[in-house]
């Protein structure tokens, strides 16, 4: 039987982050699809022009409908929106039998806020706990914990901080730092590095949509935590470097790398 992954996330109509992304990466790592949109968003390569969260009600019965009939082997989350969100879908989290991977998606990449600031402690305190993994970049991480990220010895004060905090692993993403994007995991006993030599684009759009999601679709397929981390780090790598050229402004990585 084909495996299958769920995103519980955001629309992107410009198709570059996202459930789009999501969608498009789980196609391309071969298991099946299925998106619960939690908000819907006005934007493209060069700004986000609106943000409007669903009803609480309305997403649960999007995930109901989903794990009534096509259960996933394995799910993510990005966008949330705002904090009775976040707490609907943590609650849901509880009977999940799959392991959740939790992309705390915060701003756009244009700057847009996409996690209302009073959703981050429902996200800290009530999603988190839910998470096989947590996929924050520095920005986030730095948030998620109340200390600075902004190099290696911070990136694992924060993973350490967020394992305590009740996520069985925490990937911090060092996307942001100068030189190579090196990424730490943690998982509570164990340490690895993820290295890839920086790539000079503006065409990053989604680049954390697409990593989480091609880690949830590894996990889907049975791969171990370690493995699955380092072959999406392999395809984001790759997804940047031949991206595409889309749009005026920051374009869309390349999701069929």
Not at 143 to 155: E, I, K, T, Y
Request: with cysteine.
């Amino acid at each position: 039987m084909k495996p299958a992954a769920l995103t519980i996330a955001g629309s992107d109509p410009s198709g570059g982050a996202g459930i789009q992304a999501d969608l498009k990466t789980f196609h391309q790592f071969g298991v099946y699809g299925e998106a619960v949109i939690t908000l819907l968003t006005v934007q493209n390569t060069v700004g986000v022009q609106r943000v409007e969260c669903l009803p609480p009600d309305l997403v649960l019965a999007q995930l109901e409908a989903v794990l009534d009939d096509i259960p996933p082997q394995a799910a993510k989350t990005g966008a949330l929106g705002n904090a009775a969100l976040a707490r609907a879908i943590a609650e849901a989290a509880e009977g999940f039998d799959f392991p959740l991977v939790v992309d705390p998606v915060m701003i756009s990449k244009h700057g847009a806020p996409l996690l209302r600031d009073d959703a981050r402690e429902a996200v800290r305190t009530a999603l988190l706990p839910r998470a096989a993994l947590i996929t924050p970049n520095l920005p986030e991480a730095s948030a998620l914990c109340d200390l600075p990220v902004n190099d290696l010895a911070g990136m694992r004060a924060a993973a350490e901080r967020l394992v305590a905090m009740g996520a069985r692993a925490a990937l911090v993403k060092g996307g942001h730092l100068a030189g190579d994007a090196v990424d730490v995991l943690f998982d509570g006993s164990r340490w690895r590095e993820y290295s890839a030599p920086r790539v000079a684009t503006r065409h990053t759009h989604g680049t954390g949509c697409a990593y989480s999601a091609a880690i949830t679709a590894e996990l889907a397929r049975g791969v171990a935590l370690e493995e699955a981390v380092a072959g999406a780090k392999a395809y984001i790598t790759r997804a940047i470097q031949t991206n595409p050229g889309l749009g005026r402004g920051a374009g869309p990585v390349n999701h069929h790398a």
